[in-house]
């Protein structure tokens, strides 16, 4: 069975880097990695997405393993605005090509401190 | 320019009746999709369309669930017989490509509208 887990909370305090980490261990071969931001009342607003090694754009870093079997969202110098659930969304395989279901993680509550 | 939305934004049902919920995708998204979030829980996805076409429709709960779209457009999904179980906020969402496969992948970012939060009385 395709599972997909992430921790489900963190806290952080404003200015520090935060690194939440998801598990996919059954990501289907030719499908990327893409990661969710979503405040409460709010649908789901698009992060970062990434296939393999390291992808870096304005709000936050994506790091992936050579496997792919995990994923780590970095978000630099994190404020209070940045306090949200963080989804991982993959799709689930087996072997090649993506003939599977979409699996978002569970989410990751991360609350940022002042 | 205009995002996703979603109708009704609320909506409070009697056990036993039939909803519909529908879904307005960006103009010229190829892809929708639509996802379940029941109360402090994760996203539960049910249903992908490429066009007007839906390569699986098994993740959908139950056969009380139903869902098409017209025109390459419009969305709606239908709940028959509604269940307390049911309650949920339904989320759509469009993406401008689709990512092949039965669930489109995980390969075009997705824009989600406001949700609709069914209530199951």
């Known amino acids: 069975l395709a599972k997909t887990t992430q921790p489900i909370s963190m806290d952080s305090y404003e200015g520090q880097e935060v690194n939440i980490t998801c598990s996919h261990n059954n990501i289907a071969t030719n499908d990327y990695i893409t990661w969710y931001q979503q405040f409460p009342s709010q649908g789901p607003r698009f992060i970062i997405q990434g296939y393999k090694t390291k992808v870096t754009n304005e709000v936050a870093s994506l790091f992936i393993p050579a496997d792919r079997k995990s994923s780590t969202l970095s978000l630099p110098r994190v404020s209070l605005s940045d306090t949200a659930v963080y989804y991982c969304l993959v799709g689930e395989g087996p072997g090649s090509g993506n003939t599977g279901k979409l699996i978002f993680g569970q989410g990751t509550t991360l609350q940022v401190k002042p | 320019g205009a995002g996703v939305s979603q109708s009704p934004s609320n909506k409070v049902t009697e056990k036993g009746k039939d909803v519909e919920l529908r879904c307005d995708p960006i103009?010229?998204?190829?892809?929708l999709y639509w996802y379940r979030q029941s109360l402090g829980q994760g996203l539960e996805f049910l249903i992908y369309f490429q066009g007007n076409s839906a390569p699986d429709k098994s993740g959908l709960p139950s056969d009380r669930f139903s869902a098409e779209r017209t025109g390459g457009s419009v969305s709606t999904l239908t709940i028959q017989r509604t269940q307390q179980e049911d309650s949920a906020v339904y989320l759509c969402a469009s993406s401008p490509r689709p990512g092949g496969g039965l669930s489109g992948g995980a390969r075009y970012e997705q824009y989600f509208g406001p949700g609709t939060r069914l209530t199951v009385t």
């Open positions: 103009s010229g998204h190829t892809a």
